[in-house]
């Protein structure tokens, strides 16, 4: 089975521009949430979408968006770019089962470099 | 405060030694928690989760769980090279919301 997968891997934009990041997780999960990483530090968490839902969110300004469709896929969006936004963004997908603990199987990230 | 705080290191240990990570957590309602392993320019891979107090055993891998001092450990016995990476300590809270610390760098010296 195809583990959770992020697009694109790399990107460069300009401050100010808008950025939108993918992810598929893992066939039969149903939830999925956004982190940032900056070098040296661990994952901040952003969102948390399941079931199409979002049921959590970080201490992240408005400019940061998301959404999760049908089949479970996910868009994370960044609007008005700042330098500060520069990082790896990391999505990752869980069963969500309330009886379950809530393992994260990781994608590899997009490293997102804003100049 | 931070919500999950872990010494960053490095922590250097010699081959063969027991290596032992630590992490506090701010929150008495994390319900369950977890050791991350992230090598360099990866994303992080699962290697632990615990959620009863007491002690639990996956192969080299020992996880330590203590709610009333809200307190979690690993230990790595027998530590190889090959272990030499940053684990995150992470607690889950009601709601699945996941929060990680910031991550011990582990450093195994042959």
């Known amino acids: 089975d195809a583990g959770v997968t992020q697009s694109p891997t790399h990107l460069i934009k300009t401050r100010g521009q808008q950025v939108t990041l993918r992810c598929s997780p893992i066939?039969?999960?149903?939830?999925v949430s956004w982190y940032q990483q900056v070098l040296g530090q661990g994952p901040q968490f952003i969102f948390q979408y399941y079931e199409k839902e979002e049921r959590g969110r970080g201490n992240f300004p408005d400019r940061f968006s998301a959404r999760q469709f049908p089949n479970y896929s996910s868009e994370l969006n960044v609007n008005a770019l700042l330098l500060g936004d520069s990082a790896l963004y990391l999505c990752?997908?869980?069963?969500?089962?309330?009886?379950?603990?809530?393992?994260?199987?990781f994608g590899s990230g997009t490293q997102l470099s804003v100049l | 405060q931070k919500e999950v705080e872990q010494n960053s290191g490095p922590l250097s240990v010699p081959e063969g030694a027991i290596a032992s990570l630590n992490c506090t957590y701010s929150d008495r309602g994390s319900q369950s928690f977890f050791w991350y392993r992230q090598y360099s320019g990866k994303s992080p891979e699962l290697i632990m989760f615990i959620y009863s107090n007491g002690d639990k055993e996956d192969g080299r891998f020992t996880a330590q769980l203590n709610k009333a001092s809200q307190y979690v450990s690993l230990l790595i016995r027998d530590s190889q090279p090959s272990d030499s990476a940053t684990y995150l300590c992470a607690a889950t809270t009601g709601g699945f919301k996941t929060i990680f610390g910031a991550g011990t760098r582990l450093f195994v010296k042959a």
């Open positions: 990752a997908s869980s069963l969500a089962d309330p009886s379950r603990f809530e393992k994260l199987f």
């Open positions: 066939s039969g999960h149903k939830s």
